[in-house]
């Protein structure tokens, strides 16, 4: 036998850096991404998620046959739900009436309990699905409340595991890191191992209107008026989350949500990687930042999940359509030319 694995968590990491084409043409210099979505949970979570509670079980806050309580219905749920399965616990989720019920039959069908919560509430009402969540770590015997944003186990599987692998598989000529970022964990992690090797490093940070975090970066200030509702999915906040270290990033560029449900579409077409929304965002915001770029700079771009999560959204033309993402008139010379 060759290269078998014990269990699907060793799978986990070691994700392929492929050379993009066609979608950075006119770029200065190459452009690589890292296909997280090769992860076993189709997400770079898959990393984090593991990491968390390894820490968790060293530090003694799960005992076995625990639960582990979160609020999730996205790709941390997954990552922590296969990890679970592997190692005998339980999960319970709380996640909100606005998320598809796909999302939440998948993350059931990995053995998840999943308890939907009404959107529109305060996050301190307790019918909130951040209450709910604190509540049932207090209640349940045996639980540990995960807390992604303010773990900083998560920022350190990418310290060290994305960041050495980044490193390694460039051979340590990767001048530009491009992520977009969420709880802070990936864009921190990374950063902080690339420039302990190389203080040159760039780190840019890709964010969305409606969050506040380039304004915080660039001001210090919580600014609560940048705040509102928005399409992308899977970056941007509407807080600081600790995993934060601003010393190891360099730039944060917004990216409009139609820029990056396009960008996604194409790298589908052009490059046949079938990706999620936010890798879409990357790709636009690099191509926004394109001048300072020269030919001797080679660009690490992260892709953080699959096309699948997304099917009845980004890829699906009535929804891009209904929120003038798409045009009329190119959907109808589509089916003019399929017709
Ligand atoms: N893209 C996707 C699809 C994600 O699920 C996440 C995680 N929320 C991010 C980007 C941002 O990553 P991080 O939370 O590590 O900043």
């Given at each position: 036998?060759?290269?078998?694995?014990?269990?699907?968590?060793?799978?986990?990491?070691?994700?392929?850096?492929?050379r993009l084409?066609?979608?950075?043409?006119?770029?200065p210099?190459?452009v690589?991404?890292?296909?997280?979505?090769?992860?076993?949970?189709?997400?770079?979570?898959?990393?984090?998620?593991l990491?968390?509670l390894?820490?968790?079980?060293?530090?003694g806050?799960?005992?076995?046959?625990?639960?582990?309580?979160?609020?999730?219905?996205?790709?941390?749920?997954?990552?922590?739900?296969?990890?679970?399965?592997?190692?005998?616990?339980?999960?319970i989720?709380?996640?909100?009436d606005?998320?598809?019920?796909?999302?939440?039959?998948?993350?059931?069908?990995?053995?998840?309990?999943?308890?939907?919560?009404?959107?529109?509430?305060?996050?301190?009402?307790?019918?909130?699905?951040?209450?709910?969540?604190?509540?049932?770590?207090?209640?349940?015997?045996?639980?540990?409340y995960?807390?992604?944003?303010d773990?900083?186990a998560?920022?350190?599987?990418?310290?060290?595991?994305?960041?050495p692998?980044?490193?390694?598989?460039?051979?340590?000529?990767?001048?530009h890191?491009v992520?977009?970022?969420?709880?802070?964990?990936?864009?921190?992690?990374?950063?902080?191992?690339?420039?302990?090797?190389?203080?040159?490093v760039?780190?840019w940070?890709?964010?969305?209107?409606?969050s506040?975090?380039?304004?915080?970066?660039?001001t210090?200030?919580?600014?609560?008026?940048?705040?509102?509702?928005?399409?992308?999915?899977?970056?941007?906040?509407?807080f600081?989350?600790?995993?934060?270290?601003r010393?190891?990033?360099?730039?944060?560029?917004?990216?409009?949500d139609?820029d990056?449900?396009?960008?996604a579409?194409?790298?589908?077409?052009?490059?046949?990687i079938?990706?999620?929304?936010?890798?879409?965002?990357?790709i636009?915001?690099?191509?926004?930042?394109?001048?300072?770029?020269?030919?001797d700079?080679?660009?690490?771009?992260?892709?953080?999940?699959?096309?699948?999560?997304?099917?009845?959204?980004?890829?699906?033309?009535?929804?891009?359509?209904?929120?003038?993402?798409?045009?009329?008139?190119?959907?109808?010379?589509?089916?003019?030319?399929?017709?």
């Amino acid at each position: 036998m060759h290269k078998v694995f014990d269990n699907i968590l060793q799978t986990i990491g070691d994700t392929p850096l492929v050379r993009l084409n066609r979608v950075v043409a006119g770029m200065p210099c190459p452009v690589y991404a890292k296909i997280e979505y090769g992860n076993p949970g189709n997400s770079i979570k898959d990393r984090m998620a593991l990491k968390m509670l390894e820490v968790a079980e060293q530090e003694g806050k799960i005992k076995p046959g625990g639960t582990i309580i979160e609020g999730t219905s996205g790709n941390t749920g997954m990552g922590l739900a296969i990890a679970a399965i592997i190692k005998g616990y339980k999960c319970i989720f709380t996640t909100t009436d606005k998320q598809s019920k796909e999302k939440i039959d998948i993350l059931k069908a990995m053995g998840a309990e999943v308890i939907v919560c009404p959107t529109n509430v305060e996050p301190e009402d307790p019918r909130s699905y951040y209450s709910v969540s604190k509540r049932l770590a207090k209640e349940v015997p045996n639980s540990w409340y995960v807390n992604q944003y303010d773990n900083l186990a998560n920022r350190l599987a990418h310290y060290e595991q994305t960041g050495p692998e980044i490193w390694n598989q460039t051979d340590g000529k990767v001048t530009h890191v491009v992520v977009a970022s969420g709880t802070g964990g990936t864009i921190t992690g990374i950063g902080q191992y690339l420039k302990e090797q190389n203080p040159n490093v760039k780190m840019w940070a890709i964010d969305t209107y409606g969050s506040l975090l380039k304004k915080w970066f660039d001001t210090g200030e919580i600014d609560m008026k940048e705040v509102h509702p928005y399409i992308s999915e899977g970056f941007g906040e509407d807080f600081v989350p600790e995993n934060y270290d601003r010393n190891v990033i360099d730039h944060f560029e917004k990216v409009t949500d139609k820029d990056g449900a396009v960008m996604a579409r194409r790298i589908a077409k052009e490059e046949g990687i079938f990706v999620g929304y936010s890798a879409g965002s990357v790709i636009a915001g690099l191509l926004q930042l394109k001048a300072q770029l020269s030919k001797d700079d080679l660009v690490v771009v992260i892709f953080h999940d699959h096309g699948s999560r997304y099917v009845g959204k980004i890829y699906n033309d009535e929804w891009m359509l209904e929120r003038g993402f798409l045009d009329v008139e190119t959907v109808k010379d589509l089916i003019g030319g399929l017709g």
